[in-house]
């Protein structure tokens, strides 16, 4: 009976020494990390609301210089406030396949 409990001991605490080897060598970084990527930050007004409330855009003043970006919302997308056309807005995003997925945008005022 004791061989069988240190052969399982030992048996159990190579398997374990295995595994921490094995994701110590793993190029991988930590799950939660693989998702995170930089983000932006811009305020400006909502300039128009897509068709199902899935994207809209967003007028920007850059100076004298106004322009207008697409945005992207998904399920992870947290809005605060009441948000419409016109509403001045600051936007939280990430560029994804060449897209600005909003992360937060929040109502300003």
């Known amino acids: 009976m ?24 793993s190029p991988q970084s930590e799950p939660g990390q693989q998702s995170k990527q930089a983000t932006k930050m811009v305020a400006g007004k909502i300039a128009s609301i897509g068709s ?29 406030g009441r948000v419409g056309v016109g509403t001045p807005v600051t936007v939280e995003y990430a560029v994804e396949q060449g897209k600005n997925i909003a992360l937060s945008v929040t109502a300003q005022g």
């Not at 069988?4 to 048996?11: D, P, Y």
């Not at 994207?55 to 004298?64: I, K, P, Y």
């Open 2 to 25: 004791r061989k069988f409990l240190l052969g399982a001991s030992l048996a159990g605490l190579l398997l374990t020494g295995v595994s921490v080897w094995a994701h110590a060598a």
């Open 52 to 80: 199902g409330g899935t994207s809209f855009e967003l007028e920007v003043n850059t100076g004298n210089d106004k322009r207008t970006m697409q945005f992207v919302l998904d399920k992870g997308t947290k809005v605060q």
